[in-house]
């Protein structure tokens, strides 16, 4: 099983920055592309940001020029810079992890819990 735990959420003002980290681990497992998905209410899941472990990215239109995805392979921790936020960036923040089983060669999708990040003044 892989265990996938955010952190670095909460209240910030428009204009502002926040990091958000994310670590993924299981034993027996590989880490492939990870990423950040986010959910308002009333809205459905939307993609964020993605960054394989090559360090291809990919974003969100929304969010392009603003936020920054990066990661730690060694750690199996990805990282959303986020910076300039609105207060349509108001969410909670989940991340993903694409892990592969190194006995079954199976590729699996794994969750966190997710972080909110509200940017109100």
């Known amino acids: 099983q892989v265990q996938v735990v955010e952190s670095g959420g909460g209240l910030v003002q428009p204009g502002g920055s926040l990091r958000l980290s994310c670590a993924a681990s299981?034993?027996?497992?590989?880490?492939?592309?990870m990423g950040w998905y986010r959910q308002a209410p009333g809205k459905e899941r939307e993609l964020v940001a993605t960054i394989t472990n090559g360090g291809i990215t990919n974003y969100a239109d929304s969010v392009k020029g603003r936020f920054t995805i990066s990661r730690d392979n060694a750690k199996n921790t990805v990282y959303l810079q986020m910076n300039s936020l609105k207060p349509d960036d108001t969410a909670v923040y989940y991340c993903?992890?694409?892990?592969?089983?190194?006995?079954?060669?199976?590729?699996?999708?794994?969750w966190g819990q997710g972080t909110q990040v509200t940017v109100s003044s």
């Open positions: 993903n992890a694409v892990a592969m089983s190194r006995t079954t060669l199976n590729l699996n999708l794994y």
């Open positions: 299981g034993s027996g497992f590989s880490i492939n592309r």
